[in-house]
Nanobody, 124 residues
């Protein structure tokens, strides 16, 4: 896999962004996909993930109710819809993939494939 994220940028607090994760070679249907973020001075945090088996989703408490992860089968991508962005959300956001999970997890160790990241900035 060669994962590529897109959709980052600058948004005002309270606004929305939609990040996408795709593979240059094909679809991600058979992979669990996790979204992670890394802010300066903070540890990498898992924010959302979606399983490959039944598209079950999990969210970190910090984003629950504001972020949504889902598959776009037409575009062969997984997107992360981020609403009500606040000053705690700025970071580089990464997507990651793992092919053996039944579910998905919000810690990074099991994921084998990672994208290069996309910057999200929130202005107050």
């Amino acid at each position: 896999l060669q994962l590529v994220e897109s959709g980052g940028g600058l948004v005002q607090a309270g606004g929305s962004l939609r990040l996408s994760c795709g593979d240059s070679g094909g679809a991600l249907d058979n992979y669990a996909i996790g979204w992670f973020r890394k802010a300066p001075g903070k540890e990498r945090e898992g924010v959302a993930c979606i399983s490959s088996s039944d598209n079950s989703t999990w969210y970190a408490d910090s984003v629950k109710g504001r972020f949504t992860v889902a598959r776009d089968y037409g575009k062969k991508q997984v997107f992360l819809q981020m609403d009500s962005l606040n000053p705690e959300d700025p970071a580089i956001y990464y997507c990651a993939a793992e092919g053996l999970f039944v579910g998905c997890v919000l810690f990074s160790a099991p994921y084998d494939y990672w994208g290069q990241g996309t910057q999200v900035t929130v202005s107050s």
